[in-house]
């Protein structure tokens, strides 16, 4: 079992940057992938972006240059680095983690972008 915290979320201008952290229960070695998801008021869960084990990153389209993960092994927590923040970018942030038998989300952080 997996249990994921994140943190960071809040309120933010147009421009603005924020910095969320996910910090995971057991040691990150063990996880394959881990990820970032977020979910606007009636919109469906997109990915945002998403770190392996072995450092690979991917990144949706509308955050590719504004939006950076990382992984801190040592202190079994993934990071998103947001820059240049735009309205749209306003929904819960999800982190998610995967491993070989189950996959595990966090209870959500908001992130509100005002014009």
């Known amino acids: 079992q997996v249990q994921l915290v994140e943190s960071g979320g809040g309120l933010v201008q147009a421009g603005g940057s924020l910095r969320l952290s996910c910090a995971a229960s057991?040691?990150?070695?063990?996880?394959?992938?881990m990820g970032w998801y977020r979910q606007a008021p009636g919109k469906q869960r997109e990915l945002v972006a998403t770190a392996t084990f072995g450092s690979t990153t991917n990144y949706a389209d509308s955050v590719k240059g504004r939006f950076t993960i990382s992984r801190d092994n040592a202190k079994n927590t993934v990071y998103l680095q947001m820059n240049s923040l735009k309205p749209e970018d306003t929904a819960v942030y999800y982190c998610?983690?995967?491993?070989?038998?189950?996959?595990?989300w966090g209870q959500g952080t908001q992130v509100t972008v005002s014009s």
């Open positions: 998610n983690a995967r491993t070989t038998f189950a996959n595990y």
């Open positions: 057991v040691s990150i070695f063990s996880i394959n992938v």
